[in-house]
């Protein structure tokens, strides 16, 4: 489903990434770990065309998406939720929710889906005509997923899902997140800091180091990795 080809991110001087190339198959959670500043987050603003790659390949569905706009690259169906749950602080959880849609126009369907994510969500239910500012952190972070849902994505990009939450609601987010995946089949890019809940939940990951992808293998294999669990587990 997207392949990247050798992909080197900059800013300005700074190379954050150096000769990326990953593979996510249509129907997995594949995840990229790795420590602060590896370049996790940079690779997600690649692909999604905030940060746009300097050279390399990015195919989506075969189509090549670097060089093109992040409206464009949502409009493919590829939906990033930025790190730190970045939503519209002032406007509603209902507004929050039409602003996910606003490349869609298909009103019935968009009120389905309001009602669908109700149902994965139903605290936000409850909110719906609520400020998004006044949410808990949890729910802020239900909402800012839920709101890359409206976009219909095949592709979810989630960047540090788990970041500053309780236990409690990372476990009933990442519930969701694998719901999201087996009922709706759509594919996920999860990166996170936490790699232990990062591989139980996804199928494969990649692991980042200085810009770099240093190993790549089913999660379960990652997880019993020594180098992998001292470095990255604290095991
Ligand atoms: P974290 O988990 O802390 O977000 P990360 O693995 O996501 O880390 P990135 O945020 O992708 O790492 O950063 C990769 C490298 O790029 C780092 O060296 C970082 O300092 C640098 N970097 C990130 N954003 C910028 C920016 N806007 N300007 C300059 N350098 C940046």
Redesign the pocket.
Known sequence: MLKLQNVETF??N?Q??KSISMEIAEGEIVTLI????????????SISGV?PPRTGEILFQDQPIHGLPPNAIVSMGISQVP?GRRIFPYLTVLENLDMGAFLRDDKDEIKNDIAYIFELFPILAERRHQAGGTLSGGEQQMLAISRALMARPRLLLL??PSLGLAPLVVKRIFDIVRKINTENNTTVFL?E?NANLALKTAHRGYV?EN?RIIMADAADKLLANEDVRKAYLGI
């Open positions: 800013y300005g700074i954050a990434l790795g420590a602060n500043g590896a370049g996790k987050s940079t690779t997600l603003m940060v790190e960047d540090e990166v800091q980042m810009g």
